[in-house]
């Protein structure tokens, strides 16, 4: 049976500049796009410009025309879209140390979050997870003992939550507390429990790089223990419809230009799928 391929286009934040280089962004971004990345600050603009170059890189290439010349447009939710080429559907997810871009045929949401984000330098999210989530989805973070194995199951969690409010074009308020997820972390991958969307699927990875493959060396796969000891810096959930008849296959690549793409070994953390 043929899968339907998903491609998963990965880069750290740091092998990206400190400051957007306009040069380039006046060959990627359109009139409104360059008026918007001189309004952020540097290290927004520069997240703008890059998740902007790989979306437009790759419908430009479908629709045989320069990135420049690609219009996006917005839902009500501020998804973005390409309405000259619909049956491409893509979504976009940046944190503190990376920044990705999914494509696929199908509609799909990701979410790429690091590991150990603090939103304030005083309490960590994952130490107060009522105050994100629902009362089940919370309790799977609650049941954790440990600092570090809080914030994965924390940080997998957002991530699924997020890629659904980008699968739905909803809203992280609505979401994050209606939608209640449950983790039995004692198989591998672990196994996501949903009862409120059982049309999509969830799947979340995370990416294990070495000390070099943050400065434009090639990546390499390391065992998975390595991943229970939390050297995986960002876990990436991604939502897909629950479509039985053909399943999914996810390529992913450690994007540096649309012309230094290699090969990204994922480890998955977890699946919904029997």
């Known amino acids: 049976m043929p899968s339907t391929i998903v491609s998963l286009l990965f880069c750290p934040i740091s092998l990206l500049p400190e400051a957007p280089d306009l040069v380039l962004a006046e060959g990627i971004l359109d009139t409104q796009e360059l008026a918007r990345l001189k309004r952020c600050r540097d290290s927004v603009a520069v997240k ?10 790759e419908l430009g290439r479908r629709l045989g025309i320069a990135p420049r010349q690609v219009s996006l447009a917005y839902s ?12 491409l559907h893509f979504s976009i997810s940046h944190c503190n140390s990376a920044l990705g871009v999914v494509f696929a045929p199908v509609n799909v949401g990701m979410d ?3 590991i150990n984000r603090r939103r304030t330098s005083l309490t960590p999210p994952w130490a107060d997870p009522n105050a994100y989530f629902g009362e089940v989805t919370a309790a799977q973070v ?20 997020e890629s659904q409010v980008k699968y739905c074009d909803s809203s992280i308020m609505r979401v994050s507390k209606s939608l209640e997820l449950e983790l039995d972390r004692s198989q591998q991958p672990w196994k996501i429990g949903v009862e409120q969307a059982p049309q999509q699927i969830f799947q979340s990875f995370t990416a294990v790089l070495n000390g070099t493959s943050r400065d434009r060396v090639a990546l390499t796969a390391e065992d998975p223990t390595v991943i229970a000891k939390g050297s995986a810096t960002e876990i990436i959930s991604i939502t897909l419809p629950n479509t039985r008849a053909t399943p999914f296959e996810l390529k992913a690549y450690h994007w540096l230009s649309p012309g230094q793409v290699r090969p990204l070994v994922l480890e998955k953390l977890a699946d919904s799928r029997e």
């Not at 009500?76 to 049956?87: R, S």
């Not at 940080?155 to 939550?161: F, G, I, N």
């Open 48 to 57: 703008f410009l890059y998740t902007r170059w790989m979306v437009k890189t």
């Open 76 to 87: 009500d939710n501020g998804k973005p879209y390409c309405p000259d080429l619909p049956e």
């Open 112 to 114: 790429i979050e690091e």
């Open 142 to 161: 609650n049941a954790v003992i440990g600092d570090s194995e809080k914030a994965r199951v924390f940080t997998l969690l957002w991530t699924l939550v």
